[in-house]
């Protein structure tokens, strides 16, 4: 059973912005502390991008992305599950990346940190 669910990607130009989703189901979401967002790039190591503590408190992001991308949680009281979205404007071909969503008990940019993982989702973004 996949608890996370990565939704949006695709090829966007440089200087474009994309949005990638993540859909947390409701038990990982209540045990996690913090919700990730993770890259890889072909024959590259993965590395974080941006993380979130479910409890609205506190955001990371690496020097890379920040002030271009933003990391934010929605949680309806209504809906089961939580949607952790990541923002990504003024893209560079440096962004091109599987990206992975991940829950854990410890918020940071440390993907040992992380239990629960996404199968990712591809963005590209082209000269």
């Known amino acids: 059973q996949v608890h996370l669910v990565e939704l949006g990607g695709g090829s966007v130009p440089t200087g474009a912005s994309q949005r990638v989703s993540c859909i947390v189901s409701?038990?990982?979401?209540?045990?996690?502390?913090?919700v990730a967002w993770f890259r890889q790039a072909p024959g590259k190591e993965r590395e974080g991008v941006a993380a979130i503590a479910t409890d609205g408190t506190t955001t990371y992001y690496d020097p890379s992305v920040k002030g271009r991308f933003t990391i934010s949680q929605d949680k309806p009281h209504n809906v089961k599950e939580a949607t952790v979205s990541l923002q990504m404007n003024r893209l560079k071909s440096e962004d091109t990346a599987t990206y992975f969503c991940?829950?854990?008990?410890?918020?940071?940019?440390?993907?040992?940190?992380?239990?629960?993982w996404g199968r990712g989702i591809r963005v590209t973004v082209s000269p």
């Open positions: 991940a829950a854990g008990p410890v918020c940071g940019l440390d993907a040992s940190a992380y239990r629960e």
């Open positions: 409701e038990d990982i979401y209540r045990d996690s502390n913090c």
